[in-house]
């Protein structure tokens, strides 16, 4: 079993001892998108995956609250932004500003990319390193940036 799935597990176990509905309902509805791609694809997700997929999880709940804010609906952007803060303790450390763009030219140095039909070549490099640790629309907005310079 990989790392992460293991380490959530666990936590879904601490949490039923602990008694905490929030974290618990958060942990299930986790590994139960894991359980789904899993058997929808018949493959057992590794640690990559797993945070592919709490980072689309996480990218659904900003998208949640921003949406209930704007319905004036506090009460469900409060539930969106508990199992956010939950979702995030399972995601890798983000990355600053100069860490994504160290990232950046490095994945410039090592694709010598130079213009936007790069762009997909480039972002290939850099998903697997940023993947859950940076905004990848942020990200493909530099690399544009960066490509049309």
Request: hydrophobic share 40%; net charge neutral; glycine share 4%.
């Amino acid at each position: 079993m990989p790392v992460l799935k293991k380490q959530i597990t666990e936590a879904m176990k601490a949490a039923m001892r602990a008694k905490d509905k929030v974290q618990l309902g958060t942990i299930r509805l986790i590994l139960a998108e894991i359980k789904r791609i899993e058997v929808d694809e018949r493959i057992e997700l590794d640690d990559e995956r797993v945070i592919a997929t709490l980072d689309k999880m996480s990218k659904q709940r900003k998208d949640s609250i921003s949406q209930f804010d704007k319905a004036d609906r506090t009460d469900l952007a409060d539930i969106e932004r508990q199992e956010l803060e939950v979702i995030k303790t399972y995601l890798p450390h983000p990355l600053n500003a100069d860490e994504v763009n160290m990232a950046l030219e490095e994945a410039i140095a090592t694709t010598g990319a130079s213009s936007m039909q790069d762009m997909g070549k480039l972002m290939a490099e850099l998903k697997p390193k940023v993947q859950g640790r940076t905004d990848m629309g942020m990200l493909s907005k530099l690399v544009k940036e960066r490509l049309t310079r």
